[in-house]
């Protein structure tokens, strides 16, 4: 059973599980232009035409970030908090748009970050 602090603690908190960051990252790759196929990327169009080349530039490094699991063993709200603004746009976007689909992992993330 878990103590009154760390209940807080994860109140306060999020962390990503793995098949939730692998989706997080993906997406953010596509976002990006690094992964994806041209397929992809087109439907994802609505959303990248939207942000700027700035934030661009954040999403890319947000993606170095969360593929490298060798020194970011963990992604939780501290390490990705100056991007958190930046995912919750981009989060509204692909719902607007109706991009998300059944990405269950993706979904969780992304809400997980949107309730912060």
């Not at 999020?14 to 990006?32: H, N, P, T, V, Y």
């Not at 196929?37 to 530039?57: A, G, P, R």
Request: glycine share 4%; hydrophobic share 35%; net charge negative.
């Amino acid at each position: 059973m878990k103590d009154i602090k760390e209940y807080i603690n994860e109140s306060k908190n999020f962390k990503l599980e793995s098949d939730e960051r692998q989706a997080l990252a993906d997406l953010i790759g596509m976002l990006c232009g690094n992964i994806g196929n041209d397929e992809d990327i087109n439907k994802l169009k609505s959303v990248i035409d939207q942000l700027s080349k700035e934030e661009i530039k954040q999403l890319d490094n947000l993606h170095d970030c969360l593929d490298d699991e060798e020194t970011y063993k963990k992604i939780n709200r501290n390490i990705i908090i100056d991007d958190i603004p930046l995912i919750k746009k981009i989060y509204k976007l692909m719902d607007d748009n109706n991009l998300l689909g059944e990405q269950w992992d993706l979904i969780d993330a992304l809400e997980k970050i949107n309730e912060y």
